[in-house]
């Protein structure tokens, strides 16, 4: 893929006259979901401590290695700390606990070094997730070993941006895909992956306003599911209750990151939209920041497949166009469907969904719950082999206790696959029978009909000259034996398959959005610079203990952008990041808010391309 040159109009040179505002601040973060909100909570002065002496008894029925060897090594390398400015009234007398030690003053490097966790999370994510969840992974739910201090003596000037309207980062954006009106039943509302508990950020419960379920009771209510709507208004509440709002610019969008070698600091140019009741006003804003920190996620920017016809406007690449289109009724009521078809009583071409990750499946069942008056017609294709372990399907939803509307998904993908039908000539005539799971109380995922494919790929999407919408699919299983006949009228197969479709919805993942990032910076933050950045092939290359970049000292990453792809390990990147900078501060002893004209770290950081 062409490389996007942004080294020559992205130039921080523009004057500073052309802003509306300057702003200088100590850490930028661009981004405004949990992992930044973490991080702003640290940076704000709340510190995690934690005692030794709080260790849990051995549990007879768990053995967890990680957590054990993270309690010697705590009992070894804490740095003691009085914590003596408790602001959390009910907490007082155990964190003046003389032996309470606080992990923004650890050498964090010695406590997580080699921690692995089990989804490729990073070493300190590891260590932050195993002392709030302490044996999540086993199916326990134990209160969090953590304790927290609140230190405002010891705040870090910083500033968050971030281009959704509240704090809460991608959570705002997939409540308002998944919540609508037409599904806004508790039945029906799409659920978290991970359940409540590990949604949580540090010292905040989440509840559920309608359910009025609360911890400060004492007692833990059950550790259910939750629905998205829930998580994105907690992580709203989350930053008021803290009053972190201060320190957040949100509907702000970073456009430019560069470095200005004569200030010797970062600059980021963003577009901030500020709106009232009767208008909306957009105005620019420069900020200049000592470091800054990229929790932007990866959400932004859908992966492409980069074939013929993929740009055409009913080829959709994100769950959030779906429902746009879902919404503006070109899909409900259901008879204003795009029919091409040229007999009013024939069904409408078949919805084309590739993909085989949970956003495909959101969207199968987004699809399903919306258009339940008249079924939809479904072709489902992905590249991977329904049996592949890292199917995610196989990892979560082998059975239907935890994720049952995955698991009812899965049951459809595998029925469907079995019946192998390649044939042009079977597919419009086959109804897929009712699949063993419709009958779930909690959903039924209903189709008119409903084909998948496996080890599949769509090689081009083409308009015909009658103003037919076609598809293009290619089996990648050419040479195994059992797909030589189509199951259904034993015909020998073509490899390729050519199908009339409505849209083509294409959920293959995102990459992470760097554009604005200077090229310069860029190449060095890559781990391959003569590669796109790709968070998956060519990730950031970052020290795993503090999260900075490795050559481009100041500029930090954290999230999914480095790997730490849940909310539960998020928060651990923040408190490496956190934990580096005030370490940074403390031995530079500078001023916090100013920018530091004469810092040797920063010094000819990078060979500014004039050209
Ligand atoms: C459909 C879906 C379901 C998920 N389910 C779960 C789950 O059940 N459990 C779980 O733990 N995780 C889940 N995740 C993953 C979870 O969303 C992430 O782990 C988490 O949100 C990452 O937080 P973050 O703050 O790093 O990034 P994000 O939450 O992605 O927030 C980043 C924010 O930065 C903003 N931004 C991007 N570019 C710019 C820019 N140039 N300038 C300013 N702002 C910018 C974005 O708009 C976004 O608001 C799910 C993700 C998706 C997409």
């Known amino acids: 893929m062409a490389r996007k040159d942004t080294s020559t109009h992205n130039s921080y040179k523009l004057s500073d006259s052309s802003f509306d505002r300057i702003e200088s601040t100590n850490v930028l973060i661009i981004g405004n979901g949990p992992s930044a909100i973490t991080l702003s909570f640290l940076l704000a002065g709340h510190w995690p401590c934690y005692s030794p002496e709080d260790f849990p008894s051995p549990n007879e029925n768990v053995t967890n290695a990680t957590l054990q060897n993270i309690h010697d090594r705590l009992l070894y390398h804490c740095a003691m700390d009085s ?13 003046s606990k ?12 010695e406590i997580g070094e080699n921690l692995v966790g ?37 705040r870090v000037d910083h500033i968050v941006i971030g281009s959704s309207e509240s704090p809460g980062g ?11 009106k037409l599904c806004s039943n508790s039945t029906t509302e799409m659920l978290t992956l991970s359940r409540r508990s590990l949604m949580q950020l540090p010292v ?3 509840y559920d306003d309608e359910n009025h379920q609360n911890d400060s009771d004492g007692e833990l209510p059950s550790d259910n599911r939750v629905p998205y709507r829930v998580v994105a208004n907690y992580y709203r509440r989350y930053v008021n209750h803290f009053g972190l709002d201060e320190f957040f610019h949100n509907h702000t969008r970073a456009t430019l990151l560069d470095w200005d070698p004569i200030d010797q600091c970062f600059i980021v140019d963003a577009s901030c939209r500020k709106s009232s009741s009767s208008n909306q006003r957009k105005y620019r804003v420069r900020y200049r920041a000592k470091r800054v920190v990229l929790a932007k996620g990866t959400s932004t920017m859908p992966r492409m497949l980069n074939i013929q016809g993929e740009t055409f406007p009913f080829v959709l690449h994100s769950l959030t166009k779906l429902d746009v289109i879902i919404r503006q009724t070109q899909l409900l009521p259901c008879w204003r469907l795009p029919i091409l078809s040229t007999s ?32 939809l017609r479904i072709i489902h294709l992905f590249r991977k ?28 993908m595998k029925h469907s696959v079995q019946n192998n039908i390649h044939c042009l000539e079977c597919l419009p005539h086959h109804h897929s029978p009712p699949s063993s799971t419709s009958s779930s109380k909690q959903l039924s995922l209903r189709f008119e009909y409903y084909q998948a494919y496996q080890e599949c ?7 015909t000259a009658n103003g037919h919408r076609t598809a293009t699919l290619e089996f990648l299983n050419k040479n195994k034996s059992d797909s030589t006949l189509c199951c259904h009228c034993n015909r020998p197969i073509n490899h390729q398959l050519t199908v009339r479709i409505t849209f083509a919805l294409i959920l293959i993942g995102s990459s992470p959005q760097l554009d604005f990032v200077n090229e310069n910076i860029r190449q060095r933050m890559a781990r391959d610079s003569t590669a796109p950045i790709d968070h998956r092939l060519n990730p950031i290359s970052i020290d795993p203990y503090t999260h900075e970049c490795k050559d481009v000292p100041g500029l930090y990453a954290l999230g999914p952008l480095v790997g730490d792809n849940f909310v539960r390990y998020v928060q651990g990147g923040a408190l490496a990041a956190a934990n580096h900078i005030y370490h940074d501060e403390r031995n530079q002893n500078s001023n916090y808010g100013s920018i530091i004209i004469d810092s040797s770290n920063h010094s000819s950081l990078f060979d500014i391309d004039d050209s």
């Open 98 to 109: 003389p032996k309470l030690r606080s992990l923004m003053e650890s050498d964090l490097r």
């Open 344 to 375: 009013r009583t024939q069904s409408p071409d078949p919805i084309l969904i590739v993909g085989s990750g949970l956003s495909a499946a959101d969207a199968l069942i987004l699809l399903s719950q919306r258009c339940q008056r008249r079924p």
């Open 204 to 206: 905040l419960p989440i």
């Open 385 to 412: 082999s329904i049996r592949d372990r890292s199917l995610i399907f196989n990892q979560i939803a082998t059975n239907d206790s935890n994720y049952p509307e995955y698991y009812q998904v899965f049951q459809k």
């Open 170 to 180: 991608i959570w705002h954006a997939i409540a308002k895909t998944c919540s609508s």
């Open 118 to 154: 089990r989804t490729g999370a990073n070493p300190i994510s590891v260590l932050m997730d195993q002392l709030q969840h302490p044996n999540a992974d086993f199916g326990e739910r134990n209160p969090s070993m953590l304790k927290w201090t609140y230190r405002p003596d010891r």
């Open 457 to 463: 790929i769509l090689s081009s999407i083409q308009t």
């Open 83 to 95: 914590c003596n400015h408790d602001e959390y009234g009910n907490q007082h007398e155990s964190i």
